[in-house]
């Protein structure tokens, strides 16, 4: 990819993310922000292809594994943790009394 | 185009579509839980994506395998852990360390590559590349540095293990910032100009701007500060996207950075306080230390749970309102309990929810659905506002700042022009507190002062369970 396609897809992704979020309930800025937070952990992409190019480069390979250990952590609690919050609202007028 | 190549783009290409489709569904109540399991899909779709295209064309290295395991298991561990066990109370501060931990993740990403340059199997070196490669990288590090000491001194101050140092409240910490962002773009076009050495200079002072920019702000404003970080550690994530050269990071990356910064707005219009009040502006305990919002209670009512729980049994129509204190209590519970109570009486009970209630906008939304109080009893601020000349009796549970009539009446308070609940309106309030200590703004709640509110001290669970006692020997709620 050039770079000049790559800025693109930047401007692109920015303008796709400022229109996604119009309205949003009061209710539901804790859970957005916390999923929003989760998908930032994308990150782990990038630390995967440090790992697969370190080509047994031992300390790269360390930075590549930790780096993508936090990223997980991120990833993998914000979606958990999203989920136990948004599981609150699903269970609502149902047992009403 | 080999086949590896296409399925990666194939891949890519859906996994995206459906992260912006995730982002979208979680902004509407009914769509938001799928949403999220949707984004879920999507981002282990894009690691299988990655994998098989390097299983396809390069391969993957034994070696590489055994530290993706060790890295992927000890973080899922953790971060799955953390999740199921976290009180929801302390939600603010779990979603600011989520986030801290993904800066980190792409400043770790930007600093390897630095320092061992990774083949990118082109042969021709290229300067305009390595100088957009140096200048990616910097970014990288630099917002990541933000984003990880910005959330941690954040989760820390929500924790209540930091409180705001003096310091930070005068002019000096505008200097003391100043210096570390001067720094920081020294050490930033030192690397560019190819002096590595000068990265770890980068990685200190853009840490030190984090803490230095976090520090000063005060509680009331974390959870915008939240949103912030959150918004800085998707473009941290795009960076790193410019970095390794993949597409799906920046689109991603740049999806949240642009979704947190209009979450971020929304938020700061809840609280009408502007984006740049919040950052530059100090916490509000500051300013109102000059101004007429500090001073002493003069007319303080308080009354017993027995009195309280004799008005409850005449009224018609009660308000809830909910804050942190009730969070702190874990009494939501109890609150469901004295509620059921009053409704089996007939007496009409509704929740206000004020926007920022809590510590982060939808707090007391979560914690009142965990004790299942149905969801059309609750009713957000404006809706519920008229309502309250027409009610018997306020119950205001640990909620302070949102409740201060102050935010109307008093234009030189700190306070002034924030939305409020409009609760002295009511025939009668209760406030239940533990002590006169000031709200999380540290500013005087003239509300405490006036003749219609009383005040029941004591811990809001412990009150809560008294009143039910109390109620059951009034004969109320019993059938």
Request: hydrophobic share 50%; proline share 5%.
């Given at each position: ?36 937070n989760a998908i930032s952990g994308i990150t782990m992409l990038a630390a995967l292809t440090l790992i697969v190019k370190a080509e047994g480069n031992v300390p790269l390979l360390i930075i590549g594994s930790v780096s993508l250990g936090f990223a997980l952590f991120n990833v993998v609690g914000g979606f ?18 | ?42 981002m282990s779709?894009s690691v299988v994506g990655l994998l098989?295209y390097y ?5 993957i290295a034994?070696q590489s395998w055994i530290w993706i395991i060790i890295g992927s298991i000890i973080g899922s561990l953790f971060g799955a852990?953390l ?13 600011a360390l989520f986030n801290g931990c993904g800066g980190m993740s792409s400043l770790l990403v930007a600093l390897g590559v630095a320092i061992f340059p990774i083949s990118s ?12 490669n140096e200048?990616s990288i910097s970014v990288s590090i630099f917002v990541g540095a933000i984003t990880f000491t910005g959330s941690i ?38 690397l560019?100009?190819?002096?590595t050495?000068?990265i770890w200079?980068l990685v200190i002072?853009s840490s030190?701007?984090g ?18 970080l959150n918004?800085y550690s998707g473009i941290a994530a795009a960076a790193a996207g410019f970095v390794v050269d993949s597409q799906l990071l920046i689109?991603a990356g740049?999806?949240v950075g ?222």
């Open positions: 990819m050039s770079f000049i396609s790559l800025l693109w897809v930047l401007l692109l992704g920015s303008l796709l993310g400022l229109e996604l979020i119009g309205k949003v309930p009061p209710t539901l800025h804790t859970p957005l922000m916390s999923g929003a958990f943790v999203t989920d136990r919050m948004l599981a609150m609202f699903s269970r609502k007028p149902s047992n009403k009394k | 185009m080999n086949l590896p190549v296409i399925i990666k783009f194939v891949i890519d290409l859906l996994a995206v579509l459906l992260l912006a489709l995730g982002i979208k569904g979680l902004s509407k109540v009914k769509s938001a839980r799928d949403a999220n399991r949707l984004a879920a899909f999507a779709l098989s299983l396809g064309t390069s391969g034994i852990i999740a199921k066990k976290v009180p929801m109370t302390s939600m603010p501060e779990t979603v199997g082109q042969e021709n070196f290229d300067f305009f590349k390595s100088l957009i200048v001194v954040a989760m820390a101050k929500l924790q209540g293990w930091l409180s705001t140092p003096g310091w930070t409240q005068s002019k000096v910490r505008h200097f003391v910032n100043i210096v570390f962002a001067v720094a920081s773009l020294i050490a930033f076009f030192d560019i100009k190819g002096n050495s000068s200079l002072v030190l701007l803490i230095g920019v976090t520090l000063p702000i005060g509680g009331a404003d974390m959870p915008v500060v939240i949103s912030l918004s689109v740049a999806m642009a979704a947190g910064l209009i979450l971020t707005q929304v938020m700061c219009k809840g609280m009408n306080r502007s984006l740049v009040s919040v950052l530059f502006g100090g916490s509000l305990s500051a300013q109102s230390t000059a101004s007429s919002g500090s001073g002493e209670y003069t007319n303080i009512t308080s009354c017993s749970v027995e009195e309280c729980a004799l008005t409850l049994e005449a009224a018609n129509k009660v308000i809830i309102v909910p804050g942190y204190g009730l969070a702190v209590a874990q009494a939501q519970h109890t609150l469901r309990e004295v509620t059921k109570k009053l409704e089996q009486n007939g007496i009409e009970v509704v929740y206000a929810i004020h926007p920022v209630a809590g510590r982060m906008p939808g707090h007391m939304n979560v914690l009142l659905a965990e004790a299942d109080v149905p969801y059309e009893q609750l009713k957000e601020m404006d809706v519920v506002n008229p309502d309250f000349p027409a009610t018997d009796v306020v119950l205001v549970l640990g909620a302070n700042d949102v409740v201060n009539p102050q935010a109307k009446n008093d234009s030189s308070s700190p306070l002034y022009g924030m939305p409020v609940l409009d609760v002295q309106e009511a025939r009668t309030v209760f406030v239940i507190k533990r002590g006169m200590s000031a709200g999380y703004s540290g500013i005087k709640n003239d509300l405490f002062d006036l003749p219609n509110t009383s005040m029941v001290f004591g811990d809001a669970k412990k009150v809560l369970n008294d009143l039910i006692g109390e109620l059951k020997d009034l004969g109320v709620g019993e059938k």
